[in-house]
């Protein structure tokens, strides 16, 4: 079994910053990809960042200069640093690692972590 934790969530004024963590941890081949993603409350999920093992960098537009996406292979680990965070920003943070197993990739999400932007 794989199980992803997120930590780093919580409470910020708008301009301030907040790092968000999630670890994979199980029995697997290798990790893929990595990414994150928000669901604000009566919307549907969004894809905020992705970071393949290619090198490849995705961010969604609302995030660009903001957000910086980041993965620590050896620890199984992927970051997101979020700037400048707006209220617009408020939501459950997701991550979504894509992970070889017994010859095929498989998707597995972390538990979410709210992220509030308020003053």
């Known amino acids: 079994q794989v199980q992803l934790v997120e930590s780093g969530g919580g409470l910020v004024q708008p301009g301030g910053s907040l790092r968000l963590s999630c670890a994979a941890s199980?029995?697997?081949?290798?990790?893929?990809?990595m990414g994150w993603y928000r669901q604000a409350p009566e919307k549907e999920r969004e894809l905020v960042a992705t970071?393949?093992?290619?090198?490849?960098?995705n961010y969604a537009d609302s995030v660009k200069g903001r957000f910086t996406i980041s993965r620590d292979n050896a620890k199984n680990t992927v970051y997101l640093q979020m700037n400048s965070l707006k209220p617009e920003d408020t939501a459950v943070y997701y991550c979504k690692m894509d992970i070889l197993r017994w010859g095929f990739v498989q998707s597995y999400w972390g538990q979410g972590t709210q992220v509030t932007v308020s003053s």
């Open positions: 970071s393949t093992n290619g090198g490849g960098i």
């Open positions: 199980g029995s697997f081949f290798s990790i893929n990809s």
